[in-house]
């Protein structure tokens, strides 16, 4: 490390991605915050003026929901990227694998026979009170009984450094555009950090996913047409629909620009007349997905699209119905279903999890409010929970309400010493908690395609836990960094 640039850093009581508790920089971050520490303030100042320009000349952009409309942002984005050695990342990758192969299992035995109920693991009244579940798709077989085909798991790391599963994203996961774009944002504003260290790369993740999308096909024998379903501009996750859509080479479209045929196939609309559809990435939740099925008022689905889905003419990525596993109190069970699936015992960790639907776990979590965060089973983003550490006496007993009013809707756990970066403020480097979102792609008999790392979410306001950037929160590039080199260098 150069001079006196990390002088000072200190971030107690938490695990720093690259500085130790001695102020040291981890062995295979020493050559990074060298060359950074080297650099001066003045010329972080320019490339942290660079990666914002660069920014908004490429459009990268996100949508935030407020009382005065739509407000489109440009992403926050911090320089300094966050790096994991690859030798810690490969067992966590390989519990992601693992993690979602359980899932789908479990999603699959849902919708058929429903094992796991009858035999104890898996309680019923969990599914019976489950708002994702999705009748009119029992008895459905999607190819490889592969449901999850895209999955997003969360991950975080505790005070000791070690991983854990923080949830499982399985509707609609979004992010991994602002992934891929974080690394060509950092390679322009650090060029030369790109020459000297080995990084995995993320730029593949298009060509997986459309390797994946294609395998679904229901004509195998031709190239398939392959579309992203997306909700339209409004959306906040829109510049993602976009992108991924151009990147795959696929078509964006929206449910009034298809239509479903008396042959049961789904059709473009195009000036050319109409273009069978094999494959579906679709961006819309379940309910909005067919107004014939699900909500009648849907305007941003297609009518026939689940007929033409169970005959097995187009095929759904993810698939309807998987969103039963996309529950906070389905989560606290995904350990059973590694063991009883899969007869493995699980290699990444659940954060520990109370249910408040079970009598006991619940008198505990009404007692210890002020020191637990408690989410709803199915809100997102940040959204509906209770950070009991940061809550006021009335806020606690307005979700003690909450909680005694519906139980099963309910889980805690316990407030994390979640890890830090370094984070280039105003006054130089300090340390924000950060988390992790690896993208994890299913395919029918072929190994599952994990990233290699995924989209580092910050919280930008110091001492905030709340990553979301819809609330404050930024990202970072996410560097797997080959350690097997001296210094993770070249």
Same mark, same amino acid.
């Given at each position: 490390?150069?001079?006196?640039?990390?002088r000072?850093?200190?971030?107690?009581?938490?695990?720093d991605?690259m500085?130790?508790e001695?102020?040291?920089?981890r062995?295979?971050?020493?050559?990074?915050?060298?060359?950074?520490?080297?650099?001066?303030a003045?010329?972080?100042?320019?490339?942290?003026?660079?990666a914002?320009?660069?920014?908004?000349?490429?459009?990268?952009?996100?949508t935030?929901?407020?009382?005065?409309?739509?407000?489109d942002?440009?992403?926050?984005?911090?320089?300094?990227?966050?790096?994991?050695?690859?030798?810690?990342w490969?067992?966590v990758?390989?519990?992601?694998a693992?993690?979602?192969?359980?899932?789908? %299992?479990?999603?699959?035995?849902?919708?058929?026979? @429903?094992?796991?109920?009858?035999?104890?693991?898996?309680?019923?009244?969990?599914?019976?009170?489950s708002?994702?579940?999705?009748?009119?798709c029992?008895?459905?077989?999607?190819p490889?009984?592969?449901?999850a085909?895209?999955?997003?798991?969360?991950?975080?790391?505790?005070?000791?450094?070690?991983f854990?599963?923080?949830e499982?994203?399985?509707?609609?996961?979004?992010?991994?555009s602002?992934?891929?774009?974080n690394?060509?944002?950092?390679k322009?504003?650090?060029?030369?950090?790109?020459?000297a260290?080995?990084?995995?790369?993320?730029?593949?993740?298009? $060509?997986?996913?459309?390797?994946?999308?294609?395998?679904?096909?229901?004509?195998p024998?031709?190239t398939?047409?392959v579309?992203?379903?997306?909700?339209?501009?409004?959306?906040?996750?829109?510049?993602?629909?976009?992108?991924?859509?151009g990147?795959?080479?696929?078509?964006?479209?929206?449910?009034?620009d298809?239509?479903?045929?008396?042959?049961?196939?789904?059709?473009?609309?195009?000036?050319?007349?109409?273009?069978?559809?094999d494959?579906?990435?679709?961006?819309?939740?379940?309910?909005?997905l067919?107004?014939?099925?699900?909500?009648?008022d849907?305007?941003?689905?297609?009518?026939?699209?689940m007929?033409a889905?169970?005959?097995?003419?187009?095929?759904l990525?993810?698939?309807?119905g998987?969103?039963?596993?996309?529950?906070?109190?389905?989560?606290?069970?995904?350990?059973?279903?590694i063991?009883y699936y899969?007869?493995?015992?699980p290699t990444?960790?659940?954060?520990p999890t109370?249910l408040?639907?079970?009598?006991?776990?619940?008198?505990?979590v009404?007692?210890?409010?002020?020191?637990?965060?408690?989410k709803?089973a199915n809100e997102?983003?940040?959204?509906g929970m209770?950070?009991?550490?940061?809550? $006021?006496g009335?806020e606690?007993?307005?979700?003690?309400?909450l909680?005694?009013?519906?139980p099963?809707n309910?889980?805690?756990?316990?407030?994390?010493?979640?890890?830090? %970066?370094?984070?280039?403020?105003?006054?130089?480097?300090?340390?924000?908690?950060?988390?992790?979102?690896?993208?994890?792609?299913?395919?029918?008999?072929?190994?599952?395609?994990?990233?290699?790392?995924?989209l580092?979410?910050? %919280?930008?306001?110091?001492g $905030?836990?709340?990553?979301?950037?819809? @609330?404050?929160?930024? $990202?970072?590039?996410?560097w797997?960094?080959?350690?097997t080199?001296?210094?993770?260098?070249a």
């Open positions: 490390m150069s001079g006196d640039a990390w000072g850093y200190q971030s107690p009581g938490f695990f991605e500085i130790d001695l102020g040291r920089p062995p295979a971050t020493a050559a990074l915050a060298g060359r950074i520490g080297a650099l001066g003045d010329e972080l100042a320019e490339r942290r003026a660079a914002d320009l660069a920014i908004k000349s490429m459009g990268i952009t996100f935030v929901y407020s009382d005065a409309g739509m407000i942002r440009a992403w926050p984005f911090d320089i300094l990227p966050r790096v994991i050695p690859a030798s810690e490969q067992p990758a390989r519990g992601l693992q993690r979602v192969a359980a899932l789908n %299992a479990f999603i699959a035995d849902i919708y058929a026979e @429903q094992r796991i109920i009858a035999d104890g693991v898996f309680p019923a009244e969990v599914l019976a009170q708002v994702n579940f999705r009748p009119e029992v008895g459905m077989r999607p490889g009984d592969i449901w085909h895209i999955c997003g798991s969360d991950l975080v790391r505790d005070g000791e450094g070690r854990y599963v923080l499982d994203n399985l509707r609609v996961p979004s992010g991994v602002y992934m891929v774009e690394r060509l944002v950092s322009r504003v650090f060029p030369e950090l790109f020459e260290h080995v990084i995995g790369p993320v730029d593949d993740y298009p $060509s997986e996913l459309l390797d994946a999308l294609a395998a679904l096909s229901p004509r024998d031709i398939p047409n579309a992203v379903l997306t909700p339209g501009v409004y959306n906040s996750a829109f510049f993602e629909h976009v992108w991924l859509a990147q795959m080479g696929a078509e964006l479209v929206q449910g009034t298809l239509f479903v045929d008396d042959d049961d196939c789904v059709y473009a609309r195009t000036i050319y007349g109409p273009q069978r559809i494959v579906i990435y679709r961006r819309v939740d379940d309910l909005f067919d107004p014939d099925v699900f909500r009648a849907s305007m941003l689905g297609t009518p026939g699209l007929r889905w169970r005959a097995g003419n187009v095929a990525a993810n698939a309807p998987a969103g039963v596993a996309d529950d906070k109190v389905v989560y606290a069970f995904v350990p059973e279903f063991r899969l007869g493995e015992e990444l960790d659940n954060v109370w408040c639907m079970k009598d006991d776990e619940r008198e505990h009404l007692a210890n409010l002020d020191s637990l965060v408690v709803p997102s983003g940040g959204y209770l950070i009991g550490p940061r809550s $006021s009335e606690r007993e307005h979700f003690a309400e909680i005694r009013a519906n099963r309910y889980i805690a756990q316990p407030t994390l010493a979640l890890s830090t %970066a370094p984070t280039l403020v105003d006054t130089g480097f300090a340390p924000r908690h950060v988390d992790l979102r690896p993208f994890i792609v299913s395919r029918p008999e072929a190994p599952a395609y994990v990233t290699m790392g995924g580092t979410r910050v %919280a930008l306001r110091e $905030s836990l709340v990553v979301n950037s819809s @609330q404050g929160g930024g $990202s970072k590039d996410t797997i960094i080959d350690d080199q001296p210094n993770g260098s």
